[in-house]
């Protein structure tokens, strides 16, 4: 759309070129046929509006399609400006978050949880909450911890003096 600067025009500009080269083809027809004025005239009105229809009907489903792009590209827009929202929200907490799979692998930390733990995120990706075991906490503690990890749950209980 580089030389229009809407549907419309482009539309306008189709249809005018079309109604051209009908006019083109049906002079072409009248003095190869010897087809009358009349003859010309009808057949050039008659394909002009075959045409008009056609070109109403498929530039219809594009605006249609073009306004529901528009809106996704907005809605998709508003999504990312949520996400980049949130995402620096997470990075810039003064609490430590991390973010583990079911089975309990890191799939994320953000700079507070790095800097309680010790651990650079490059060390944590991949690995389960195993690499944070320091001996300090009994079995029970372990097991309460990996059921609320597998169940999707949040859980606070990375220090000894954290209940939740």
Same mark, same amino acid.
């Given at each position: 759309?580089? %030389?229009?600067?809407?549907?419309? #025009?482009? *539309?306008?500009?189709? =249809?005018?070129?079309?109604?051209?080269?009908?006019?083109?083809?049906?002079?072409? &027809?009248a003095l190869l046929f010897g087809h &009358?004025? #009349?003859?010309?005239?009808?057949?050039?009105?008659?394909?002009?509006?075959?045409?008009?229809?056609?070109? @109403?009907?498929?530039? %219809?489903?594009?605006?249609?399609?073009?306004?529901?792009?528009?809106?996704?590209?907005? @809605?998709? *827009? !508003?999504? @990312?400006?949520?996400?980049?929202l949130r995402s620096s929200a997470l @990075?810039?907490? !003064?609490?430590?978050?991390? =973010?583990?799979?079911?089975?309990?692998?890191?799939?994320?930390?953000?700079? !507070?949880?790095?800097?309680?733990?010790? %651990?650079?995120?490059?060390?944590?990706?991949?690995?389960?909450?195993? =690499?944070?075991? &320091?001996?300090?906490?009994? $079995?029970?503690? %372990? *097991? $309460?911890?990996?059921?609320?990890?597998?169940?999707?749950?949040?859980?606070?209980?990375?220090?000894? $003096?954290? $209940?939740?």
């Amino acid at each position: 759309m580089k %030389y229009f600067k809407s549907l419309k #025009q482009l *539309k306008y500009a189709i =249809i005018f070129l079309a109604f051209l080269a009908l006019m083109v083809l049906e002079a072409f &027809s009248a003095l190869l046929f010897g087809h &009358s004025f #009349q003859f010309v005239l009808i057949n050039l009105v008659i394909g002009t509006m075959m045409f008009v229809v056609f070109a @109403e009907i498929v530039f %219809y489903f594009v605006e249609q399609f073009q306004t529901k792009l528009e809106q996704e590209i907005k @809605e998709r *827009k !508003a999504v @990312e400006e949520t996400l980049l929202l949130r995402s620096s929200a997470l @990075e810039a907490a !003064a609490n430590a978050i991390a =973010i583990t799979d079911q089975n309990g692998r890191f799939l994320w930390a953000n700079p !507070a949880f790095t800097e309680l733990t010790g %651990y650079a995120l490059s060390e944590l990706l991949g690995h389960t909450s195993a =690499i944070l075991k &320091s001996g300090y906490h009994d $079995d029970l503690f %372990y *097991k $309460d911890f990996w059921q609320t990890i597998t169940a999707g749950q949040m859980t606070t209980k990375f220090r000894p $003096d954290v $209940d939740s």
